[in-house]
């Protein structure tokens, strides 16, 4: 069944007739004021030519096959402003979305602290941050901002969840035969990314899935919809044609749900949104079923999107809407330390660097983790990497700029003091891998130095960071 979202307006009413110090009403009603909300789409297709990121070995862009966007959401309570800003990509750096920020606040009137940014994790995209792509990315980013603002109209909210786990498996498993889980370091892990389906050495999944579809709904006062943004716990699906450019399921279900909710032709026009949630280690891949079917090009990504559309558009449907509503934004840097190799690996990788490229190796990517990890060394002691968490009346949206394990997901919608949480990863820069301490003693290629940067319990950092920024707003 559905989580339905209970608005609070019969406590706000109630409250109205509660009065404060020198006969003052409650507070927290003077900050319900009436719901504006805005939304906007910018194309941030890359020039063809650009290489396409994801795997080990990028290639040149040779087709757009769908395009790539940013989409916004603003909200505006009268004392508050917020945005949501998706955009189709593998990830995007701090220094590009600080230089959209800087945009902004020229020609924009927004606190930029109160902007979340985030990438899709499409692995059909190009790097935002090259010479000739940035200044598109930066561009839209900055242009969808500022045309949901420009859309603001008074609106009404509401939020819920739906499960779908049919299309959500962790990739991780532990294996019985040392040679499916050895890594380029010379050793051999516990678990191993992506094994072979169906093979006699699977033994169990090495974490959790989290099956959760969470969803924002946003509607003008009359009901038409406005914007739907919703966050799914699914690494990517793919299935593309080498060279294509594809937005991948999210942007299929962006276009979907608009379909569903009846709203291809309202002005202003609607926008879908799907943000990643916690996927860094799930994908849609059923490790245990050796005989699944093949599928032809991008039918998975939207057999999996109109999946997820459908559960949405059902579930949203018995929502009670709610016309004004609490919004807040608190955003701060956690310096982690950077991981560093110690001499034996040092010595591993000066032997693996000695031998001929074409002799025969221990693991087929020790070459390429040689560079990753000669470029740690050589790299800052530490990073500072940006958390946020928006309110959104009982809703908190946690922000986190890695590819996190569903299980950390878990643990802060378990330990929230809010009634309902999600969290966007990948959100406002691109880290790499966030494993937990547990997951890092398994080993596997999210675990790997290179594969994941920063200190090993970086993860429970973040996470009682995250827990206590929550506390603060709720507080409030």
């Known amino acids: 069944m559905p989580r339905v979202f209970s608005t609070s307006l019969h406590r706000c009413l109630f409250a109205l007739l509660i009065l404060g110090p020198a006969g003052q009403p409650n507070a927290w009603c003077e900050e319900a004021a009436p719901l504006r909300a805005g939304a906007a789409i910018a ?21 757009i096959h769908d395009p790539l966007h940013t989409r916004c959401l603003v909200l505006d309570n009268g004392k508050t402003r917020i945005a949501i800003v998706v955009s189709d990509n593998l990830g995007i750096k701090r220094t590009v979305y600080d230089q959209a920020r800087e945009l902004i606040a020229r020609q924009s009137d927004i606190p930029v602290d109160h902007i979340l940014m985030a990438a899709t994790h499409t692995h059909s995209a190009t790097r935002a941050n090259q010479p000739k792509y940035r200044p598109i990315v930066v561009a839209g980013i900055a242009s969808a901002v500022e045309n949901a603002i420009k859309n603001l109209a008074p609106a009404q909210i509401a939020w819920g969840g739906v499960s779908e786990p049919s299309e959500v498996f962790n990739r991780r498993w532990h294996v019985s035969k040392p040679e499916l889980a050895r890594n380029p370091f010379g050793g051999v892990d516990t678990v191993r990314m992506n094994p072979p389906r169906a093979n006699a050495a699977l033994v169990k999944p090495a974490g959790p899935i989290d099956p959760e579809v969470s969803f924002l709904s946003v ?9 739907l943004l919703a966050n799914y716990s699914l690494h990517y699906v793919g299935g593309v044609n080498k060279g294509d450019v594809s937005a991948d399921y999210f942007g299929i279900f962006s276009q979907r749900i608009g379909k569903l909710l009846r709203a291809e032709s309202v002005t202003p026009p609607f926008v879908g949104m799907m943000s990643n949630g916690t996927s860094g280690d799930i994908n849609n891949i059923n490790f245990r079923d050796g005989n699944a079917r093949r599928y032809d090009r991008y039918e998975k990504m939207t057999e999996v999107a109109h999946k997820v559309a459908a559960q949405v558009h059902q579930a949203q449907g018995p929502l009670k809407f709610a016309k004004s509503i609490k919004l807040g934004s608190v955003r701060r840097d956690l310096k982690l330390t950077v991981r560093k190799p110690n001499q034996e690996m040092k010595d591993w990788f000066r032997g693996v660097m000695a031998k001929p490229e074409d002799a025969e190796k221990f693991h087929r990517y020790e070459r390429t983790y040689a560079g990753r990890v000669k470029n740690l060394e050589e790299g800052p002691d530490e990073i500072s990497v940006p958390l946020q968490v928006l309110r959104i009346g009982d809703l908190a949206i946690a922000a986190i ?21 999600f969290t966007i990863e990948l959100a406002n820069d691109s880290r790499g891998y966030l494993p937990t301490p547990r997951q890092h003693k398994l080993g596997g290629y999210e675990t790997w130095m290179g594969t994941n940067r920063v200190q090993i319990d970086a993860s429970e950092r973040i996470t009682t960071e995250i827990l206590e920024m929550m506390q603060e707003l709720h507080a409030e």
């Open 219 to 227: 509607q003008a006062v009359n009901g038409q919809p406005l914007a």
């Open 43 to 63: 194309n941030i297709s890359p020039p063809l030519g650009e290489l396409v990121v994801g795997g080990f070995v990028p290639f040149p862009a040779n087709e």
């Open 401 to 421: 700029p890695f590819e996190t394990f569903a299980e950390i997901g878990l643990k802060i919608k378990d330990k929230s003091p809010f009634a309902d949480t």
